[in-house]
């Protein structure tokens, strides 16, 4: 039973990602089809709560600017990356330690302040990367907390 509420959980986490993302990148896709454009109103609002949504900081494809910006959009396909992975590979929190996250938060805070001092200028790849790390391990730490509950759930 709890190798078939896990898989529901880890499943069900990546499908919600997977829509998550695909909302991230919903002004373009309403370029093609034009009716879709009276949610972007709706969609960017609902964005502007979890990002600042500075269009010259998010990624542009066909001159239309994605919902979030790039490190925003890092953290989601790197969340997005490991609910992916957790699908083949029930356990990859094991190898979670507490240093990885701080590591990686400090290393995203460093570069937002270096940023903001103008030690040096904004940088697309960084701030993808830093994301996709963050989001990878943050990702794992919430699928680590639901998978102790709902184990421990079940041991009841």
Not at 17 to 36: M, R, T, Y
Not at 109 to 131: E, K, T
Request: charged share 15%.
């Amino acid at each position: 039973m709890k190798s078939q509420n896990s898989l529901f959980l880890r499943i069900t986490l990546f499908s919600m990602i997977s829509i998550w993302i695909i909302l991230i990148f919903f002004e373009i896709i309403a370029k093609a089809v034009n009716n879709l454009y009276v949610l972007i109103p709706f969609l960017k609002g609902m964005f502007s709560l979890v990002c600042h949504q500075d269009s010259s900081k998010s990624l542009a494809i066909c001159d239309v600017h994605s919902l979030v910006c790039i490190r925003c959009t890092g953290l989601y396909f790197g969340a997005w990356l490991a609910a992916f992975l957790s699908l083949f590979y029930e356990k990859l929190f094991k190898y979670l330690k507490r240093s990885y996250f701080m590591a990686l938060l400090g290393f995203m805070f460093l570069d937002v302040f270096f940023v903001n001092i103008g030690l040096y200028d904004y940088n697309s790849f960084i701030s993808i990367l830093s994301g996709i790390f963050l989001g990878f391990v943050c990702f794992l730490y919430l699928y680590k907390g639901l998978f102790e509950f709902y184990y421990n759930k079940e041991k009841e």
